[in-house]
């Protein structure tokens, strides 16, 4: 029900949740609490980064869905 692009999609965005979820709880649990500048704003952009990178996968699967089972 995926698509095509399943298992790739699936993988990259079994990682993203890993890397989302780890530095999420990171910030909850205080571990990001003592940090400023310039590393905090990069972890931050990094986690927009990744998040817009899960969009445009999840869009480009559906977009390869789409056509999936129908013959050229």
């Given amino acids: 029900m995926v698509g095509v692009l399943g298992a790739s999609v699936g993988s ?3 990682l993203m949740a890993w890397m ?5 709880l990171g910030f909850v ?3 990001w609490r003592v940090v400023n ?7 931050v952009m990094a986690m927009g980064l990744l998040i817009i990178a899960a969009l445009l ?6 977009q390869a ?3 999936a089972g129908k013959n050229p």
Avoid at 20 to 24: N, S, V
Avoid at 37 to 43: A, C, D, F, S, V
């Fill in 37 to 43: 500048g310039w590393p905090k704003k990069q972890i």
């Fill in 20 to 24: 989302l979820g780890g530095q999420l």
């Fill in 29 to 31: 649990s205080g571990e």
């Fill in 57 to 62: 996968m999840a869009c480009g699967n559906f």
């Fill in 65 to 67: 869905g789409t056509t």
């Fill in 12 to 14: 990259g965005m079994s």
